[in-house]
């Protein structure tokens, strides 16, 4: 690693602990929070700037309106992926799951089915049962977490409209390729099916992996795609609480054009400003997090395979998230099929291990003796992380 981006990508235990965000306040000072996909890195300083400049100038007026997120996020899109996404389709929205609702909302009705691909980022499950819509799932294969066209086509009835696509996907870390998008865009003219796309980890990807929008990706999807943005993974800036969504459907479009002005919120002027200057001056500090994570993923891939060969991972193509299988550790000690850690490791490790995963089972089928770490910390905290994990596993297997 070198450069001066790369320097500030640095966080001790102790600032991680100052904040007073949920990742290092939910749990006791004796466990190290490994859940939420928020990174333990600083933001970048551009965006910390542009937010402080606001403070300085005690200027929390309105404005600057969420109309020009379009041109911004439209030019950004196109240098990072090549896609220029319709500047008249790109809608603000103060998160990317709240696009996702309000567009799962206004297209289907209640009990219409929404396919996902799971293992799967529980609140695409959680936006599906809150809405009284039903969920179809669609389970990867977990020998590499691909796309199988038939059961894709499987799951599909007449009562299905949606499909909530996810890519890169949480929590697997997959990059799906040219055939699985294929089949998804098969699907979904065969079957006229709307297409909910969550690109926001699009750039978080590991060396040689591309990231295509589905937006170029293939004709059958135009007219039928929503495409999810937003800088808050690959900036760090959750908070901030600003998305767009690209609307290529034109219901969704009239739906929402018809919508009192002030019904969906607005992001606010410190989200619009951090995520302007995220799109349009940070390019340095996102390759430093790119070699960073990269070498955070590397050094748990050498760990696992030192320490503790007997959990399951697929090494992941994009994301800071490891989804970690458990169910051949210790097999047999409590006579289940999910190893001596059960169906939740992550509620054993956080007891016994002191160590905050999120929980595998909430993500649907094929969570269950799964749990998901998040490696964007420094080395040292990944170190301590992987090191209370190796020691509960090797009590428990010295005492099976
Ligand atoms: C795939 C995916 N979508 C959406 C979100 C949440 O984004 P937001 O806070 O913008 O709703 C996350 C957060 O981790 C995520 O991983």
Redesign the pocket.
């Given at each position: 690693m070198g450069g001066s981006a790369d320097e500030v990508l640095t966080v001790s235990e102790e600032r991680a602990r100052a904040r007073v965000g949920i990742k290092w306040t939910r749990y006791g000072t004796d466990v190290i929070p490994s859940f939420v996909?928020d990174m333990d890195f600083d933001p970048p300083q551009p965006v910390l700037d542009a937010i402080r400049g606001h403070v300085d100038r005690g200027d929390l007026g309105y404005g600057p309106f969420s109309a020009e997120l379009a041109p911004v996020y439209a030019d950004w899109q196109e240098r990072q992926h090549g896609w220029r996404p319709d500047e008249a389709r790109v809608r603000p929205f103060t998160?990317?799951?709240?696009a996702l609702e309000v567009a799962l909302w206004n297209t289907t009705d209640l009990a219409d089915g929404v396919v996902v691909f799971t293992p799967i980022?529980y609140?695409f499950l959680d936006a599906i049962a809150k809405s009284g819509r039903r969920r179809v799932e669609c389970p990867l294969d977990p020998h590499g977490w691909r796309i199988d066209p038939e059961r894709l086509d499987a799951a599909i009835d007449s009562t299905t409209k949606v499909i909530l696509f996810?890519n890169p996907h949480?929590p697997t870390g997959r990059v799906f390729d040219a055939a699985e998008i294929a089949a998804v865009a098969d699907v979904a003219e065969r079957h006229d099916l709307l297409v909910i796309t969550?690109e926001?980890?699009g750039e978080l990807l590991h060396p040689g992996v591309v990231h295509r929008p589905l937006a170029i990706s293939d004709e059958r999807f135009a007219g039928r795609l929503v495409t999810l943005g937003?800088a808050?993974?690959t900036f760090n800036l959750?908070g901030l609480r600003t998305?767009v969504a690209h609307i290529d459907h034109a219901p969704l479009l009239a739906a929402l054009d018809s919508m009192a002005s002030h019904q969906q919120g607005s992001p606010s002027s410190l989200g619009i400003t951090g995520t302007i200057s995220a799109w349009t001056e940070c390019d340095d500090w996102m390759h430093a997090v790119q070699r960073t994570i990269t070498a955070r993923r590397d050094q748990l891939t050498r760990r696992l395979a030192a320490d503790a060969p007997t959990i399951g991972y697929h090494v992941p193509q994009a994301t800071y998230l490891a989804w970690l299988d458990f169910g051949a550790v210790a097999v047999g000690r409590d006579g289940g099929n999910h190893g001596a850690l059960g169906d939740d490791p992550a509620e054993y490790l956080r007891e016994h291990a002191g160590v905050a995963l999120s929980n595998g089972p909430k993500f649907g089928t094929g969570g269950v003796g799964v749990a998901r770490l998040n490696f964007a910390t420094s080395e040292q905290i990944l170190d301590d992380t992987i090191d209370r994990i190796v020691h509960a596993i090797n009590q428990l297997e010295a005492s099976t």
């Open positions: 996909a998160s990317a799951l709240h980022y609140p996810c949480n969550d926001i980890w937003s808050s993974k959750a998305a």
